[in-house]
């Protein structure tokens, strides 16, 4: 299964949201906005903030979290925390543009599971950026893509946002059970190369994320973004590797073939999903193809 997260671009044109289109649904989202107006979260609710996103009806989006709000600021991001009644609490990513003012950037959501509750809560959440100065607010809903979602979202005057990620795919798997029943979902090729790396001797090994190892995993990044993608700086890496490791968020895991680090992930445990945030291999080693598909995350 295949789930795209939508990169939306929400603009404050004339008062309205979106342009013209949506400027003429202002009086009923202004009215629904004062009956159920949404704030900033107190000091409690900001502490208690990650149980709140993993009692959403998608079970959680890492993105929404403390770590994850804590790993941007290192891009000077100010994290917002927004809720409200009937509202789904919503993490926000604040800067500053010179000359345009605040711009509003909700990674992994607003959370919904299908496209009118979300335009719902996007509308509610543009109204209050719009009280507070905000020129632009950028959406990431987790839903998947179709004609017909596009072109309901370009209804009610959402245009697509440019593309920032070398892959914004999502692939959604099944890892309840035990290793076996995780292994037996794969095709029977993908098993054979996994048995044969096995069989060479490669090893994946827990690690910390040390300064060491967060340098051996960021230089084999540097090797499979090489002439295809950019990296941010390492401190950024670091930072978010360690960040999630502390909370007990996050895992490291390096893969080594005749004990030299040939392959690397770094995954993230939250609510009632676990995620591939870093995945990387070396291109420079001719490597056992079994090796490559079951640890390369490129």
């Not at 968020?249 to 999903?273: H, I, K």
């Amino acid at each position: 299964m295949k789930n795209l997260g939508i990169s939306i671009d929400l603009f404050r044109l004339d008062g309205g949201i979106g342009g013209r289109t949506a400027h003429r649904q202002d009086s009923e989202r202004g009215a629904d906005n004062a009956t159920h107006p949404l704030r900033f979260a107190c000091e409690a609710e900001v502490s208690s903030w990650n149980s709140s996103i993993e009692a959403l009806c998608s079970g959680g989006q890492v993105w929404q979290s403390r770590e994850y709000a804590a790993s941007k600021r290192f891009q000077h991001y100010v994290d917002r925390y927004v809720v409200g009644e009937s509202f789904p609490a919503t993490l926000v990513l604040e800067r500053r543009v010179p000359l345009l003012g605040k711009w509003w950037y909700v990674p992994g959501g607003p959370d919904a599971l299908d496209v009118e509750s979300m335009l719902s809560a996007a509308e509610r959440l543009a109204n209050f950026a719009r009280q507070h100065g905000v020129f632009l607010l950028k959406i990431e809903p987790r839903l998947l893509e179709d004609n017909a979602t596009i072109a309901r979202l370009a209804q009610r005057g959402f245009a697509r946002g440019a593309r920032i990620l070398p892959n914004e795919s999502t692939i959604l798997l099944d890892i309840s059970g035990d290793n076996s029943d995780v292994l037996g979902r794969f095709s029977s090729s993908t098993r054979t190369k996994i048995r044969k790396a096995d069989k060479t001797g490669f090893q994946a090994r827990r690690v910390a994320a040390t300064e060491e190892n967060c340098r051996i995993m960021y230089a084999l990044l540097c090797e499979t973004g090489e002439g295809r993608f950019q990296l941010r700086p390492y401190p950024y890496y670091r930072h978010f590797w360690q960040t999630f490791e502390r909370s007990g968020r996050g895992q490291l895991v390096l893969g080594y073939a005749d004990e030299e680090p040939v392959a690397g992930m770094f995954g993230t445990v939250f609510g009632r999903t676990s995620g591939y945030k870093d995945g990387a291999s070396t291109r420079h080693l001719k490597l056992p193809s079994g090796l490559c598909t079951a640890c390369s995350g490129n």
